[in-house]
C-alpha cells in the first residue's frame, strides 16, 4: 500500500489527513503533558498557573514523596501481578471458549451463545456477587481481582466472531491433514489470529490495570491495593458536604503529588499499546479470502 | 476396514446433516471440552448470583438477607414508572444516548480510516498512541480540565471565542450546550481507544484487494468506500448490535460532575438518579428494580437489531 | 499427540491456577476463623489479649498495620490484639454497603452516617443499643446529650459519635486589605456587604489593575447555606408555632437570596460559579484574587500557608470570624457536631460480657495517652516535648507519619480532644477561639434526629429541585414567581407528604421526652 501510485487529488488528501491527525494528536495528548509538567511542578505554579506544559521551576519533590515509602511500589507490584496473570487467564478462557462457539454446526452452540448474552445484560448486582466471592474463600486473594471478572461477553462475542470469519477452506484442509479440531484451533487458527489476540491481550490488560472497584470490595489488607486504588484515594473529590469533611481529607498530600502518582499510575501501561502494535500486522488472514 | 472408515468419515463430512445428534455431539467432543472452563466461569460467576435479581421485587435489607426480606411485587416499577419525573429521566437518557450513537458510535471507524490512509509508519504508531492516551484519564480530571478551559470568567476556549466570534458561550451553564459538551468530551476521551478494534480488523485486509482496485482505477476515496470499510463491516455490526445492549447506561461519573443548577433540566439520566438513591441513600432494591428495566430495555434492543442483521444479510451475534 | 499435549498443557495450567486460587482463599478464610475462637476463648481470661476487628476508614493510602509500633502500643495499652480493615474513604459508601450487606460484621463497624441501609439494619437488631451502658464508662458517660441526641435512631443510641467541632462555619478574609483600605472589621450585613464591595472595585491589594473581587463561590452550595443563616433562616427545619416548616418556606429565606442576587448581579461574586469545579475553589483566595471565603474556619490557616508560600513577604494575612450579624444577632450555621459513629454489631459481639469488653476498649480510646498516641504517635519516634514545646518529626518524614496517621479516625474526642499541637500561630488560636465561641450562636436543626421515610426515598430530589431554583434565581434565570413555582413542584413532588410526616415524627419525639 505504501508503494501505491497516487494521483495529484490524492496528495492533497494526504496533506489533509497528515495535518489532522496531528491536530487530534496533539488535542489528545496535551492535557496529559500538562499532567506531567505538573508531576515536576511546585505546588505554588500549581495554584497560580492553571494550565501549562513546562514547569517554571522543575523539581523532583513529589516523586522522592511518593517513592518514599513502600506504599506505591507495592501497589505497582500488586497491579502489575494482577494485569498479567489475569490477562493471561482471561485470553486463555476467551479464547477456548470463542473457538466452539463460532463452529456453526455444533450442538448446544446457540444455548451457549444466549447463556452468554443474557449475562452479559443481567448480573445479580454487587451483593450476591461479593457474597459468592466471599464464600469461595477468596477475600484478600488476588484471585478475586481476577475470576469474578475473567470473561468480558462482549470480548467473548467478538472473538468468537473474528474465528468465524476464518474462512472454512483453511479449516477442512487442516481436518484432511489429519489435525483434530484442537490442533486445527492451536495450529491454524490461533496463529492466524494475532490482531485479535494482540487487541484483547490489550483490552484485557488496560481492564485489569484500571479497575479499583474490584480491590475496594474484595481487598480489606491494604498492603495489597492495587495502584489505582491509590490513585481513586488522592484524587475523588467527597461530593456531598464538604462542610463537613474530616480535617484529614485536607492533610492529604498536595495537588503535584497527586499528579504524580497519577502519572506513575498510567505511564506503564500505556506503553502497552506501542509494544502491541507490531503484531496488528500479522494475522494478514482476516476477511482476506472473503474478498 | 480401513478403507470403510475413511468412506464413512469423509460421507459424514460432505452431506453432514445425515448425521444424529448425537453424532455430532460425538464428532465434536473435544470441542466441548475446549468449552467447558469457560462454561464453568458463567455457571459460577455469571449465574450463582443471578438470584440477586429477585430483590428488585423486594424490599431487601442487606442484614436479613434475601430469605427474610419482605416481598413487595413489582412496587418499586411502579414508583419508578409513576416518579414525576420518570418522563424526563427516560428523554435525557435516551437523547444522551441517541446523540452518542450518531456522533461517537462513527467517530473511531472515520478515525481508523484515516489513520489507515497515512503512510508514513511511524507518524501513523505516534498519533494512535497519542490519541489513545486520555482513554486512561479518569473523569475526575477531565471535568477539572474542562471547568478551566471552557468557563466564561477567562477560560482560554472562551477568551479566543471573544476575539474571533465576538461572544461568548455558556458551555458549562446553559442547556442547550449539555449534550454537545457530553458527547464532545465522551469522543475526546474515547476515539483513539475505539481504533483500537477496527485498526486490528484492518490488519486483515489484503494488498491484493487494493491493488485489484486501483487495477479497476479506483481513487483513494473509492478504494476507502469499497475496499476498507467493507472489511470493517463485520465488526462494525457486531459493535453497534452490542452497544445496543447497553444503550440506557450514560456514564455516570461523567455526567454527575457536569452537570449543575443551570443544566440539570437536560443533565439528569437514570444513571445519576441511581446514584443517589441506590448508593447514597443505600435502597438496594429500589436501584435494583430501575438496573432489570434497563436491561429488558437492552436486550429488547439487541435482539431487535440482531434479527434485523440476519434478515439484511449480514452475520449478526449468533 | 503432540497437540493433545499441547492442549492438555493449557488446561491442567488452568485448573491449577483456579485450584490453586481457592486454596489461597481457603487459608485466609482459616485466619478469620481463629478471630473468632479467640474472642471467645479471651472474654474469660484476664490476661490475654482480647482481640477487636475495627472496620474503619482512611484518608490515607497508606494506613498503618500491625507491624506499626503505635498500633503495638495501642495494643499493649488496651491489652487488644487489634486488626484493621481499611476502607478507602474515597468509596466509603460502596464499602460500607457492601460490608453491612455480607453479614461479616467486624467488632466495631464505622458508620460513616445514618443510611438508610444502616438504619434498617440497626431496626432490624444488627447493633447493640448502647445507652444503657455508655454511663458505666469514665470518658463515654460524658458524651454530649446534643450530639448523642443527633446521632439517634428511633430515640435509641447504635453507635458511639466521632466528635467534630459544631462551630466550624464561618468566614475567612483578608485582614490585611481591610487594613489597606482603612476600613473595619465587619460586624453586620451589611458591613459585610461593604467589605465584598471594597474588596472588588477599590483596589484593596494596592496594584491599581482591577484584578480582585469580594468571595468565590463553587458548584458546592456550602457558602449560601452558611450565609443564609445570618439572616434568620433555620437550619433545614424551622419551628413556627409549634410546626416544623422547611427553611426555603421562611420570609427570611427570600430576604437572603435577594442579597445573594444582589451580591452576584454588582459582580462580588464570580460570575461562573454555579459551573466552578470544587477541584479550582480555593485557589483565587490562595493566590490573593479573592478577599472573603465563606466556608470552614480551618480553610483559612489552609489559605494562609499557600499564600505564604507564594508571597513570602506576607505571611499572615488571614483573619476569621464566627458570622456577622443580622435582624436576629449572631448566628450561625452548625456542622452535625459528629463524622459518622463507631457501632457494634450483634453478629460478632454475642455476649453483653463481650460488649462490655469492647466498649471498655472503646473508652480507653479517649485516655489521653491514647488520643496523643494516635494523634501524634510515640514520644521520641515522631514527636519530641522541649521545655513544653511540642515538635513533630514527621514533617518531611512519610514513613514516620504512615505508622500512625488514620489512627485518628478511630478516635471519639469525648469529652475532649487532648492531642498535642504545636503552640499555635495567632490564626489558629484566633481559629480556636472562634470554634468555642460559635457553640454560643449555632442554629441547631430541630428535625436532626428525625427518620423520615419519605426523605430516604425521595429526600435527594426533593433537596436538588430547591437548591437549583435557589442558584436560578441569583443568576436570575428565574424570578419570585419562578421559585413560588419550584416550591409548588417541591410541595407536589413529595414535598408535602414530608412536612406531614415531619412533623408527626416531631410531636411524637417531643411527647417521648416530656
Same mark, same amino acid.
Given at each position: 500500500?505504501?508503494?501505491?501510485?497516487?494521483?495529484?487529488?490524492?496528495r492533497?488528501?494526504?496533506?489533509?489527513?497528515?495535518?489532522?491527525l496531528?491536530l487530534i494528536?496533539?488535542?489528545?495528548?496535551?492535557p496529559?503533558?500538562h499532567?506531567?509538567?505538573?508531576?515536576?511542578?511546585?505546588?505554588?505554579?500549581?495554584?497560580?498557573?492553571?494550565?501549562?506544559?513546562?514547569?517554571e521551576?522543575p523539581?523532583?519533590?513529589?516523586?522522592?514523596?511518593?517513592?518514599s515509602?513502600?506504599?506505591?511500589?507495592?501497589?505497582? &507490584?500488586?497491579?502489575?501481578?494482577?494485569?498479567?496473570?489475569?490477562?493471561?487467564?482471561?485470553?486463555?478462557?476467551t479464547?477456548?471458549?470463542?473457538?466452539?462457539?463460532?463452529?456453526?454446526?455444533?450442538?448446544g452452540?446457540?444455548?451457549?451463545?444466549? !447463556?452468554?448474552? &443474557?449475562?452479559?445484560?443481567?448480573?445479580?448486582?454487587?451483593?450476591?456477587? &461479593?457474597? !459468592?466471592?466471599?464464600?469461595?474463600?477468596?477475600?484478600?486473594?488476588?484471585?478475586?481481582?481476577?475470576?469474578?471478572?475473567?470473561i468480558?461477553?462482549?470480548?467473548?462475542?467478538?472473538?468468537?466472531?473474528?474465528?468465524?470469519?476464518?474462512?472454512?477452506?483453511?479449516?477442512?484442509?487442516?481436518k484432511?491433514d489429519?489435525?483434530?479440531?484442537i490442533?486445527?484451533?492451536?495450529?491454524?487458527?490461533?496463529?492466524?489470529?494475532?490482531?485479535?489476540?494482540?487487541?484483547f491481550?490489550?483490552?484485557?490488560?488496560?481492564?485489569?490495570?484500571n479497575?479499583?472497584?474490584?480491590?475496594?470490595?474484595?481487598i480489606?489488607?491494604?498492603?495489597?491495593?492495587?495502584?489505582q486504588?491509590?490513585?481513586?484515594?488522592?484524587?475523588?473529590v467527597?461530593?456531598?458536604?464538604?462542610?463537613?469533611?474530616?480535617?484529614?481529607f485536607?492533610?492529604?498530600?498536595?495537588e503535584?503529588?497527586? !499528579?504524580?502518582?497519577?502519572?506513575?499510575?498510567?505511564?506503564?501501561?500505556?506503553?502497552?499499546?506501542?509494544?502491541?502494535q507490531k503484531?496488528?500486522?500479522?494475522?494478514?488472514?482476516?476477511?482476506?479470502?472473503?474478498? | 476396514?480401513?478403507?470403510k472408515?475413511?468412506?464413512?468419515?469423509?460421507?459424514?463430512? +460432505?452431506?453432514p446433516? $445425515?448425521m444424529?445428534?448425537?453424532?455430532?455431539?460425538?464428532?465434536?467432543?473435544?470441542?466441548?471440552?475446549l468449552?467447558?472452563? =469457560?462454561?464453568?466461569?458463567?455457571?459460577?460467576?455469571?449465574?450463582?448470583p443471578?438470584?440477586? +435479581?429477585?430483590?428488585?421485587f423486594?424490599?431487601?435489607?442487606?442484614?436479613?438477607?434475601?430469605?427474610e426480606?419482605?416481598?413487595?411485587?413489582?412496587?418499586?416499577?411502579?414508583f419508578f414508572?409513576?416518579?414525576?419525573?420518570?418522563?424526563r429521566?427516560?428523554?435525557?437518557t435516551?437523547?444522551l444516548?441517541?446523540?452518542?450513537?450518531?456522533?461517537?458510535?462513527p467517530a473511531?471507524?472515520?478515525?481508523?480510516?484515516?489513520?489507515?490512509?497515512?503512510?508514513?509508519?511511524?507518524?501513523k504508531?505516534?498519533v @494512535?498512541?497519542?490519541?489513545?492516551?486520555?482513554?486512561?484519564m479518569?473523569?475526575v +480530571?477531565i471535568?477539572?480540565?474542562?471547568?478551566?478551559?471552557?468557563?466564561?470568567?477567562g477560560? +482560554?476556549?472562551?477568551?479566543l471565542?471573544? @476575539?474571533?466570534? =465576538?461572544?461568548?458561550?455558556?458551555?458549562?451553564?446553559?442547556?442547550?450546550?449539555?449534550?454537545?459538551?457530553?458527547?464532545?468530551q465522551?469522543?475526546?476521551?474515547?476515539?483513539?481507544?475505539?481504533?483500537?478494534?477496527?485498526?486490528?480488523?484492518?490488519?486483515?485486509?489484503?494488498?491484493?484487494?487494493?491493488?485489484?482496485?486501483i487495477?479497476?482505477?479506483?481513487?483513494?476515496l473509492?478504494?476507502?468506500?469499497h475496499?476498507?470499510?467493507?472489511?470493517?463491516?463485520?465488526?462494525?455490526?457486531?459493535?453497534?448490535?452490542l452497544?445496543?445492549?447497553?444503550?440506557?447506561?450514560?456514564g455516570?461519573? @461523567?455526567?454527575?460532575?457536569?452537570?449543575?443548577?443551570?443544566?440539570?433540566?437536560?443533565?439528569?439520566v437514570?444513571?445519576?438518579?441511581?446514584?443517589?438513591i441506590?448508593?447514597?441513600?443505600?435502597?438496594?432494591?429500589?436501584s435494583?428494580?430501575?438496573g432489570?428495566?434497563?436491561? $429488558?430495555?437492552?436486550?429488547?434492543?439487541?435482539?431487535?437489531?440482531?434479527?434485523?442483521a440476519?434478515?439484511m444479510? @449480514?452475520?449478526?451475534?449468533f | 499427540?503432540?497437540?493433545?499435549?499441547?492442549?492438555?498443557?493449557g488446561?491442567?495450567?488452568l %485448573?491449577?491456577?483456579?485450584?490453586?486460587?481457592i486454596l489461597?482463599?481457603?487459608s485466609?478464610?482459616?485466619?478469620?476463623?481463629? %478471630?473468632?475462637?479467640?474472642?471467645?476463648?479471651?472474654?474469660?481470661g484476664?490476661?490475654?489479649?482480647?482481640?477487636?476487628?475495627?472496620f474503619?476508614?482512611t484518608f490515607?493510602?497508606?494506613?498503618?498495620?500491625?507491624?506499626?509500633?503505635?498500633?503495638?502500643a495501642?495494643?499493649e495499652?488496651?491489652?487488644? /490484639?487489634l486488626?484493621?480493615?481499611?476502607a478507602?474513604n474515597?468509596?466509603?459508601?460502596?464499602?460500607f454497603?457492601?460490608?453491612?450487606? %455480607?453479614?461479616?460484621?467486624?467488632?466495631?463497624?464505622?458508620?460513616?452516617? /445514618?443510611?438508610?441501609? #444502616?438504619?434498617?439494619?440497626?431496626?432490624?437488631?444488627?447493633?447493640w443499643?448502647?445507652?444503657?451502658?455508655?454511663?458505666?464508662?469514665e470518658?463515654?458517660?460524658?458524651?454530649?446529650?446534643?450530639?448523642?441526641?443527633n446521632?439517634?435512631?428511633?430515640?435509641?443510641i447504635?453507635g458511639?459519635?466521632?466528635?467534630? %467541632?459544631?462551630?466550624?462555619?464561618?468566614?475567612?478574609?483578608?485582614?490585611?486589605?481591610?487594613?489597606?483600605?482603612?476600613m473595619d472589621?465587619?460586624?453586620?450585613?451589611?458591613?459585610?456587604?461593604?467589605?465584598?464591595?471594597?474588596?472588588?472595585?477599590?483596589?484593596?491589594?494596592?496594584?491599581g489593575?482591577d484584578d480582585?473581587?469580594?468571595t468565590?463561590?463553587?458548584?458546592?452550595?456550602?457558602?449560601?447555606n452558611?450565609?443564609?443563616?445570618?439572616?434568620?433562616?433555620?437550619?433545614?427545619?424551622?419551628?413556627?408555632?409549634g410546626?416544623?416548616v422547611?427553611?426555603?418556606?421562611?420570609?427570611?429565606?427570600?430576604?437572603a437570596l435577594?442579597?445573594?442576587?444582589?451580591?452576584?448581579?454588582?459582580?462580588?461574586?464570580?460570575?461562573?460559579?454555579?459551573?466552578?469545579?470544587?477541584?479550582?475553589?480555593?485557589?483565587?483566595?490562595e493566590?490573593?484574587?479573592?478577599?472573603?471565603f465563606?466556608?470552614?474556619?480551618?480553610?483559612?490557616?489552609?489559605?494562609?500557608?499557600?499564600i505564604?508560600?507564594q508571597?513570602?513577604?506576607?505571611?499572615?494575612?488571614?483573619?476569621?470570624?464566627?458570622s456577622?450579624?443580622?435582624?436576629?444577632?449572631?448566628?450561625?450555621?452548625?456542622?452535625?457536631?459528629?463524622?459518622?459513629?463507631?457501632?457494634?454489631?450483634k453478629? /460478632?459481639?454475642?455476649?453483653?460480657?463481650?460488649?462490655?469488653?469492647?466498649?471498655?476498649f472503646l473508652?480507653?480510646?479517649n485516655?489521653?495517652?491514647v488520643?496523643?498516641?494516635?494523634?501524634?504517635g510515640?514520644?521520641?519516634r515522631?514527636y519530641?516535648?522541649?521545655d513544653?514545646e511540642?515538635?513533630? #518529626?514527621t514533617?518531611?518524614?512519610?514513613?514516620?507519619?504512615?505508622?500512625y496517621?488514620s489512627?485518628?479516625?478511630?478516635?471519639?474526642?469525648?469529652?475532649?480532644?487532648?492531642?498535642?499541637?504545636?503552640?499555635?500561630?495567632?490564626l489558629?488560636?484566633?481559629?480556636?477561639?472562634?470554634?468555642e465561641?460559635?457553640?454560643?450562636?449555632?442554629?441547631?436543626?430541630?428535625?436532626?434526629a428525625?427518620?423520615?421515610?419519605?426523605?430516604?426515598?425521595?429526600?435527594?430530589?426533593?433537596?436538588t429541585?430547591?437548591s437549583?431554583?435557589?442558584?436560578?434565581?441569583?443568576?436570575g434565570?428565574?424570578?419570585?414567581?419562578?421559585?413560588?413555582?419550584?416550591?409548588?413542584?417541591?410541595? /407536589?413532588?413529595?414535598?408535602?407528604?414530608?412536612?406531614a410526616?415531619?412533623?408527626?415524627?416531631?410531636?411524637?419525639?417531643?411527647?417521648?421526652?416530656?
Amino acid at each position: 500500500m505504501h508503494k501505491m501510485h497516487n494521483t495529484p487529488l490524492g496528495r492533497v488528501f494526504d496533506v489533509f489527513n497528515v495535518i489532522l491527525l496531528g491536530l487530534i494528536g496533539v488535542a489528545t495528548v496535551v492535557p496529559f503533558l500538562h499532567i506531567i509538567a505538573g508531576s515536576f511542578a511546585t505546588d505554588a505554579e500549581l495554584s497560580r498557573r492553571s494550565f501549562f506544559l513546562f514547569p517554571e521551576e522543575p523539581t523532583l519533590g513529589a516523586f522522592r514523596y511518593i517513592f518514599s515509602t513502600d506504599a506505591v511500589v507495592n501497589s505497582l &507490584f500488586t497491579s502489575v501481578f494482577v494485569t498479567t496473570v489475569g490477562t493471561a487467564v482471561s485470553m486463555i478462557l476467551t479464547l477456548t471458549m470463542a473457538y466452539p462457539l463460532s463452529r456453526k454446526n455444533m450442538v448446544g452452540r446457540n444455548v451457549v451463545m444466549n !447463556l452468554v448474552l &443474557f449475562s452479559m445484560l443481567f448480573s445479580g448486582g454487587m451483593i450476591p456477587t &461479593f457474597i !459468592l466471592v466471599r464464600s469461595l474463600g477468596l477475600m484478600d486473594s488476588y484471585w478475586a481481582l481476577i475470576l469474578p471478572m475473567a470473561i468480558n461477553p462482549f470480548n467473548l462475542i467478538i472473538v468468537k466472531n473474528f474465528f468465524q470469519q476464518l474462512p472454512v477452506e483453511l479449516e477442512e484442509a487442516s481436518k484432511i491433514d489429519g489435525c483434530s479440531e484442537i490442533g486445527t484451533f492451536w495450529r491454524i487458527m490461533l496463529p492466524l489470529s494475532m490482531p485479535v489476540i494482540a487487541t484483547f491481550t490489550l483490552f484485557y490488560s488496560v481492564f485489569y490495570w484500571n479497575d479499583f472497584f474490584q480491590a475496594l470490595l474484595y481487598i480489606n489488607d491494604n498492603t495489597k491495593w492495587p495502584i489505582q486504588l491509590l490513585l481513586q484515594q488522592l484524587v475523588t473529590v467527597p461530593d456531598m458536604n464538604i462542610g463537613e469533611l474530616d480535617e484529614s481529607f485536607y492533610e492529604q498530600p498536595r495537588e503535584s503529588i497527586k !499528579l504524580a502518582v497519577i502519572v506513575v499510575a498510567t505511564v506503564p501501561i500505556l506503553f502497552l499499546y506501542p509494544f502491541l502494535q507490531k503484531h496488528f500486522a500479522k494475522g494478514v488472514l482476516i476477511g482476506s479470502v472473503k474478498g | 476396514m480401513a478403507d470403510k472408515a475413511i468412506t464413512t468419515a469423509a460421507g459424514a463430512k +460432505i452431506i453432514p446433516n $445425515v448425521m444424529t445428534k448425537k453424532q455430532r455431539i460425538k464428532r465434536d467432543k473435544w470441542l466441548y471440552l475446549l468449552l467447558i472452563p =469457560g462454561l464453568i466461569y458463567f455457571i459460577v460467576f455469571k449465574y450463582i448470583p443471578m438470584w440477586g +435479581i429477585v430483590i428488585a421485587f423486594q424490599d431487601y435489607s442487606p442484614f436479613l438477607g434475601v430469605f427474610e426480606s419482605s416481598w413487595v411485587g413489582f412496587d418499586h416499577f411502579k414508583f419508578f414508572f409513576t416518579n414525576p419525573d420518570f418522563i424526563r429521566l427516560f428523554r435525557n437518557t435516551f437523547l444522551l444516548a441517541l446523540y452518542d450513537l450518531i456522533f461517537f458510535f462513527p467517530a473511531p471507524i472515520i478515525i481508523s480510516l484515516l489513520l489507515n490512509e497515512l503512510r508514513i509508519s511511524w507518524y501513523k504508531r505516534t498519533v @494512535q498512541t497519542f490519541i489513545y492516551v486520555p482513554h486512561f484519564m479518569s473523569w475526575v +480530571i477531565i471535568a477539572s480540565m474542562s471547568y478551566v478551559f471552557l468557563t466564561t470568567s477567562g477560560g +482560554i476556549v472562551n477568551e479566543l471565542l471573544e @476575539q474571533f466570534v =465576538g461572544r461568548k458561550f455558556n458551555f458549562l451553564s446553559s442547556p442547550e450546550w449539555f449534550r454537545p459538551m457530553i458527547i464532545g468530551q465522551i469522543i475526546w476521551k474515547e476515539v483513539g481507544w475505539g481504533t483500537v478494534i477496527f485498526l486490528a480488523a484492518l490488519a486483515g485486509v489484503s494488498q491484493e484487494q487494493y491493488e485489484a482496485a486501483i487495477v479497476d482505477g479506483a481513487g483513494r476515496l473509492r478504494r476507502m468506500w469499497h475496499v476498507t470499510l467493507p472489511a470493517l463491516r463485520p465488526t462494525i455490526i457486531i459493535l453497534l448490535i452490542l452497544r445496543l445492549g447497553n444503550f440506557l447506561d450514560t456514564g455516570f461519573q @461523567q455526567i454527575y460532575l457536569m452537570s449543575n443548577a443551570l443544566n440539570r433540566s437536560v443533565a439528569d439520566v437514570f444513571d445519576t438518579y441511581v446514584y443517589f438513591i441506590g448508593i447514597t441513600q443505600g435502597a438496594f432494591s429500589y436501584s435494583a428494580a430501575v438496573g432489570l428495566f434497563k436491561s $429488558v430495555v437492552g436486550i429488547v434492543l439487541i435482539l431487535g437489531a440482531n434479527h434485523f442483521a440476519k434478515k439484511m444479510g @449480514q452475520e449478526g451475534l449468533f | 499427540m503432540k497437540r493433545l499435549t499441547n492442549y492438555w498443557n493449557g488446561s491442567w495450567l488452568l %485448573s491449577i491456577i483456579l485450584f490453586v486460587g481457592i486454596l489461597a482463599g481457603c487459608s485466609d478464610e482459616t485466619t478469620g476463623g481463629n %478471630s473468632d475462637n479467640g474472642a471467645g476463648e479471651n472474654s474469660s481470661g484476664a490476661e490475654e489479649p482480647f482481640e477487636i476487628e475495627i472496620f474503619a476508614t482512611t484518608f490515607s493510602t497508606n494506613p498503618p498495620g500491625n507491624d506499626s509500633p503505635v498500633v503495638q502500643a495501642l495494643e499493649e495499652y488496651t491489652n487488644t /490484639k487489634l486488626t484493621f480493615n481499611w476502607a478507602p474513604n474515597s468509596n466509603i459508601d460502596d464499602k460500607f454497603n457492601i460490608t453491612l450487606a %455480607s453479614g461479616d460484621l467486624p467488632h466495631i463497624l464505622y458508620v460513616p452516617s /445514618k443510611t438508610p441501609s #444502616f438504619i434498617s439494619a440497626a431496626r432490624d437488631g444488627a447493633f447493640w443499643e448502647l445507652e444503657p451502658y455508655l454511663a458505666d464508662y469514665e470518658n463515654l458517660s460524658q458524651a454530649n446529650e446534643m450530639i448523642l441526641d443527633n446521632t439517634r435512631i428511633d430515640g435509641k443510641i447504635y453507635g458511639i459519635y466521632r466528635q467534630r %467541632s459544631l462551630g466550624r462555619n464561618g468566614i475567612v478574609y483578608r485582614q490585611d486589605w481591610l487594613d489597606n483600605l482603612g476600613m473595619d472589621v465587619p460586624e453586620t450585613i451589611d458591613d459585610f456587604y461593604e467589605m465584598l464591595w471594597a474588596f472588588t472595585y477599590e483596589d484593596p491589594n494596592g496594584t491599581g489593575v482591577d484584578d480582585t473581587y469580594g468571595t468565590v463561590i463553587s458548584k458546592y452550595e456550602g457558602p449560601w447555606n452558611i450565609m443564609q443563616t445570618w439572616f434568620g433562616v433555620p437550619n433545614k427545619w424551622g419551628e413556627i408555632d409549634g410546626e416544623l416548616v422547611p427553611d426555603f418556606k421562611t420570609a427570611e429565606y427570600r430576604e437572603a437570596l435577594k442579597f445573594f442576587k444582589k451580591i452576584y448581579d454588582e459582580g462580588l461574586v464570580n460570575e461562573d460559579f454555579a459551573v466552578m469545579d470544587t477541584t479550582e475553589w480555593t485557589k483565587p483566595l490562595e493566590n490573593g484574587e479573592v478577599g472573603v471565603f465563606v466556608d470552614v474556619l480551618d480553610a483559612g490557616e489552609r489559605a494562609r500557608a499557600k499564600i505564604e508560600e507564594q508571597y513570602p513577604d506576607n505571611p499572615d494575612p488571614i483573619r476569621l470570624l464566627g458570622s456577622v450579624e443580622g435582624p436576629y444577632g449572631h448566628r450561625a450555621l452548625p456542622t452535625s457536631g459528629y463524622s459518622g459513629m463507631l457501632a457494634i454489631p450483634k453478629s /460478632k459481639v454475642k455476649t453483653e460480657e463481650e460488649l462490655r469488653r469492647v466498649l471498655t476498649f472503646l473508652d480507653q480510646l479517649n485516655d489521653e495517652e491514647v488520643q496523643i498516641l494516635a494523634g501524634n504517635g510515640i514520644e521520641g519516634r515522631h514527636y519530641e516535648i522541649v521545655d513544653g514545646e511540642y515538635h513533630s #518529626f514527621t514533617a518531611d518524614n512519610e514513613g514516620l507519619l504512615a505508622e500512625y496517621e488514620s489512627l485518628n479516625q478511630i478516635m471519639m474526642f469525648i469529652p475532649v480532644d487532648k492531642v498535642l499541637a504545636a503552640t499555635p500561630n495567632e490564626l489558629k488560636q484566633l481559629e480556636a477561639q472562634i470554634l468555642e465561641d460559635n457553640i454560643e450562636i449555632v442554629v441547631p436543626n430541630p428535625a436532626e434526629a428525625l427518620i423520615s421515610e419519605v426523605y430516604s426515598k425521595q429526600g435527594q430530589q426533593l433537596d436538588t429541585i430547591i437548591s437549583d431554583a435557589r442558584i436560578q434565581y441569583i443568576v436570575g434565570q428565574i424570578d419570585e414567581t419562578g421559585l413560588d413555582e419550584a416550591i409548588e413542584l417541591w410541595e /407536589k413532588s413529595g414535598g408535602n407528604e414530608l412536612v406531614a410526616e415531619m412533623n408527626e415524627l416531631y410531636k411524637e419525639a417531643q411527647a417521648n421526652r416530656n
